[in-house]
């Protein structure tokens, strides 16, 4: 019998609720007290996509998403989505099937210099990091921005380092652009589950206005994104990230519940606005990821929303609208 979404969607609150709570309960919760399925057969096959992409992808089972498979797979034949569904519970969570409805279901809300307290904290505490690379003789600065979208915020924490190196007498502003003096370099991370929002991001094309990636027509930062002749499809004028800021850049796949963690630590980690979409499980072994990625003495950047779940290996540094977090030296 065939339901409309509204329907659909009702016959999945109680199944999607249970599976939140088991979550919550603990890791083996779910395999001591199972999860009784919906009746309809269209909602049990979303509500097994759904669970699979939490699983795959930490995006938490919730009726946003739910609505959202629901009108993508509305003219698909029960058949058709049987057999779908079927074939996609034996591929690995990398397979470009997996990555395509995960695609479908995640959020690139972002623009330069999103959440401008907690960034100009930051780019205050980049002076003493500076000094401390020097002082090691690494003359290296490493950043991770998880969960990057289109890389507005990669770029936006290399424009703050850059100046930020510009001002500590490390590198050299012209009308060409910044370069830095040898042997300092800069390392940039922005890593997202979404490949479309990747390759956007290494194009570091965006459009103006009111609601596009340049709010603000104010901000100081937006020497480092020159106008360009195009304009978009809306008409609006165009900019571009500079060739310094590429340069320090660099962007990858990275599924943040089934990827390894990088090899090499980072000063400093940023996963803003990414695990309010995710559920209770794949929160906590997303933040053992980030925590790891910090080097003892770095910096971990979290939204307003988040909440450390080990914070003893952390100090919080409040300044007024941010916190931002120091891992110990002995975390």
Known sequence: MAHSIENTLALLQDAMTAHRQALARGPSAESIQPIAEPQDRRAQLVLKLLTGVERRAGIEVS???AEKLLRLL???????LEAWVARLDTLPASHPEWLSLIESLTVHETYVMRDPAQLAFFAAQLPALIAGAAASKTYLLRFWSAGCATGEEAYTIA?????AMVAAGNAVAA?????????????IVGSDISQLALTQARA???DTGPLSSF???????????PFVAATSMSGMAVRCASPDLKAAVSFEHFNLIDDP?????????????VLIYFSTRAR???LETLRRAVRPGGYLLLGPTDTLIEAEAFEALWAPGAVIYRRRQNA
């Open 63 to 65: 009726q946003p998403a």
């Open 74 to 80: 509305a003219s698909t034949d029960i058949v058709e």
């Open 159 to 163: 424009a703050l380092t850059l100046d």
């Open 175 to 187: 009308e060409t652009g910044i370069t830095l003096v040898s042997p300092w370099r800069i390392e």
């Open 204 to 206: 570091g094309i965006y």
């Open 215 to 225: 709010r603000d027509e104010s901000e100081p930062l937006l020497g480092h994104f």
């Open 261 to 273: 963690m990088p090899a090499d630590p980072f000063d400093a980690v940023f996963c803003r606005n």
């Open 284 to 286: 906590k072994q997303a």
